[in-house]
């Protein structure tokens, strides 16, 4: 009896409602906008700071330390801002975040010493970064598993193209008195209407809403297990996970978007203005590498289901490794338009990881779980790295010059991750599969065929 009712039509997973959320993709462009600042507030700092350390008398070691602290104080804000969606829900925080992180934007640039500063852009990064986390699982529970790499690869495309075109015009600013203030007043109005735009375009799907096994459940049947501290430390006994994890602390691309600028300024003798163009180029290469990434990992997974996206996410990082060695460790005559193209490569190289690496990780994750699993990723571990390599590039640039630090990091480091990721081939499909048995048992229990 019970194998033939679940055999009826009822019990069967409802593809179509899988694949039509209401709202998917107004949210989609809505959240790139969330996503656009925190980038925008990364691209800031790093292409006023020639001019900042010109007003207030600061070194490559000043800017290290203003993105370390600004990524060390997201380390707890991340989970916060995630367990804050789960009570207030996830509109209203994501309003909360982006208006707050402008405001702070604003007040940053009334400062007129390196303390005040660092405090406010550190108090900006804490807010922004809760955006992150909660717009990952929002897309998540917006799109099936076979579109994740689409959906995201739309996502991180626009919102790093953004990030990285507007950094050549807030630089615009570095040419008058002051500028600086202006550019970091052009930021904080930036995030304010990112957040008004999410008070009233955005509606949220509600957890799991994607899930071909729990599509056509009301999120009660969907969500049957609360959040609490033992299921997110639950997620370090998925193997998959806890590599990916590891893996971001060796992600030593981060670093060109931090002192990419200041490289070319001080070890090449680009103008700060001139320099900045290669922000132009390299949004591009990241807006190809993320939209036809993600639309090409549908044909990874159609041709290599349990370890394509495995593969692909380990050529990202052989791509970036060589294409940084010869974009950084030769010296190019002829103007900045050579470095434009390296540039260009390396925006491609890094905008592959988006659209394949949160697929991958949403794959083996409950859906109620994905919110903290991108808040202990991006907001925690990424978080790490960022502060990791900007403390010791930038201490390590003032005696070693940032061509050697960007050898051994953006090179070395890239080679090795490449390697690390390989232990996916063997955790990544029992994980995954894991996951699917989880929701099918779940439908069955909710349709009373267990």
């Given at each position: 009896?019970?194998?033939?009712h679940?055999?009826?039509?009822?019990?069967?997973?409802?593809t179509?409602?899988?694949?039509?959320?209401?709202?998917?993709?107004?949210n989609?462009?809505?959240?790139?906008?969330?996503?656009?600042v925190?980038?925008?507030?990364?691209?800031?700092?790093?292409?006023?700071?020639?001019?900042?350390?010109?007003a207030?008398g600061?070194?490559?070691?000043?800017?290290?330390?203003?993105?370390?602290?600004?990524?060390?104080?997201s380390?707890?804000?991340?989970?916060?801002w995630?367990?804050?969606?789960?009570?207030?829900?996830?509109?209203?925080t994501?309003?909360?975040?982006?208006?707050?992180?402008g405001l702070?934007?604003?007040?940053?640039?009334?400062?007129?010493?390196?303390?005040?500063?660092?405090l406010?852009?550190?108090?900006?990064?804490?807010c922004?970064?809760?955006?992150?986390?909660?717009?990952?699982?929002?897309?998540a529970?917006s799109?099936?598993?076979?579109?994740?790499?689409?959906?995201?690869?739309?996502?991180?495309g626009?919102?790093?193209?953004?990030?990285?075109?507007?950094?050549?015009?807030?630089?615009?600013?570095?040419g008058?008195?002051?500028?600086?203030r202006?550019?970091?007043?052009?930021?904080?109005?930036?995030?304010?209407?990112?957040?008004?735009?999410?008070?009233?375009?955005?509606?949220?799907?509600?957890v799991?809403?994607?899930?071909?096994?729990?599509?056509?459940?009301?999120?009660?049947a969907?969500?049957?297990?609360?959040?609490?501290?033992?299921?997110?430390?639950?997620?370090?006994?998925?193997?998959?996970?806890?590599?990916?994890?590891?893996?971001?602390?060796?992600?030593?691309?981060?670093?060109?978007?931090?002192?990419?600028?200041?490289?070319?300024?001080?070890?090449?003798?680009?103008?700060?203005?001139?320099a900045?163009?290669?922000?132009?180029?390299?949004?591009?290469?990241?807006?190809?590498?993320?939209?036809?990434?993600?639309?090409?990992?549908?044909?990874?997974?159609?041709?290599?289901?349990q370890?394509?996206?495995?593969a692909?996410?380990?050529?990202?990082?052989?791509?970036?490794?060589v294409?940084?060695?010869?974009?950084?460790?030769?010296?190019?005559?002829?103007?900045?338009?050579?470095?434009?193209?390296?540039?260009?490569?390396?925006?491609?190289?890094?905008?592959?990881?988006?659209?394949?690496?949160?697929?991958?990780?949403t794959?083996?994750?409950?859906?109620?779980?994905?919110?903290?699993?991108f808040?202990?990723?991006?907001s925690?571990?990424?978080?790490?790295?960022?502060?990791?390599?900007?403390l010791v590039a930038?201490r390590?640039?003032?005696?070693?010059g940032?061509?050697?630090?960007?050898?051994?990091v953006?090179?070395?480091c890239m080679?090795?991750?490449a390697?690390?990721?390989?232990?996916?081939?063997?955790?990544?499909p029992?994980?995954?599969?894991r996951?699917?048995?989880?929701?099918?048992?779940?439908?069955?229990?909710?349709?009373?065929?267990?």
């Amino acid at each position: 009896m019970t194998t033939q009712h679940s055999a009826a039509p009822t019990a069967a997973p409802d593809t179509a409602a899988a694949s039509q959320v209401p709202h998917r993709w107004r949210n989609l462009l809505t959240l790139t906008g969330v996503i656009s600042v925190d980038n925008t507030e990364n691209t800031a700092t790093s292409v006023l700071f020639p001019s900042i350390s010109s007003a207030l008398g600061l070194t490559s070691g000043h800017l290290g330390t203003l993105a370390a602290l600004g990524k060390v104080a997201s380390v707890p804000t991340g989970p916060f801002w995630v367990w804050t969606a789960g009570r207030l829900g996830r509109r209203a925080t994501l309003v909360l975040t982006t208006v707050l992180g402008g405001l702070f934007g604003v007040l940053a640039g009334f400062a007129h010493g390196f303390g005040t500063l660092l405090l406010f852009n550190t108090i900006m990064a804490a807010c922004l970064i809760g955006a992150s986390p909660i717009a990952n699982a929002v897309i998540a529970d917006s799109f099936t598993d076979r579109e994740r790499g689409k959906a995201v690869g739309i996502l991180y495309g626009i919102a790093n193209a953004f990030g990285q075109v507007i950094g050549p015009v807030v630089a615009l600013f570095t040419g008058f008195t002051d500028g600086w203030r202006y550019g970091m007043w052009a930021i904080g109005g930036v995030c304010i209407l990112a957040g008004l735009m999410i008070a009233l375009l955005f509606k949220d799907p509600g957890v799991g809403a994607a899930e071909e096994q729990l599509a056509d459940l009301n999120e009660t049947a969907r969500v049957k297990d609360t959040v609490t501290v033992k299921s997110v430390l639950s997620l370090f006994r998925v193997p998959t996970y806890s590599v990916m994890m590891l893996s971001r602390l060796l992600s030593g691309h981060l670093l060109i978007v931090i002192f990419g600028i200041q490289f070319l300024v001080t070890e090449r003798g680009f103008s700060n203005a001139a320099a900045a163009a290669v922000g132009i180029p390299f949004g591009v290469g990241y807006l190809a590498g993320t939209i036809g990434g993600g639309y090409f990992l549908v044909f990874v997974d159609r041709w290599w289901p349990q370890r394509g996206r495995v593969a692909y996410l380990q050529l990202a990082q052989v791509l970036f490794a060589v294409v940084a060695f010869f974009g950084t460790q030769f010296h190019y005559s002829g103007g900045i338009g050579i470095y434009c193209v390296f540039w260009a490569l390396m925006g491609f190289g890094q905008g592959v990881n988006p659209s394949v690496n949160r697929p991958l990780v949403t794959a083996v994750v409950l859906p109620e779980l994905r919110g903290q699993a991108f808040a202990i990723w991006l907001s925690v571990f990424e978080t790490m790295a960022w502060a990791l390599f900007a403390l010791v590039a930038g201490r390590l640039a003032e005696s070693l010059g940032l061509q050697e630090v960007f050898l051994w990091v953006m090179v070395v480091c890239m080679l090795l991750n490449a390697a690390v990721l390989g232990v996916l081939h063997t955790t990544y499909p029992r994980d995954a599969r894991r996951v699917r048995h989880a929701l099918e048992e779940r439908r069955r229990l909710a349709r009373g065929t267990a």
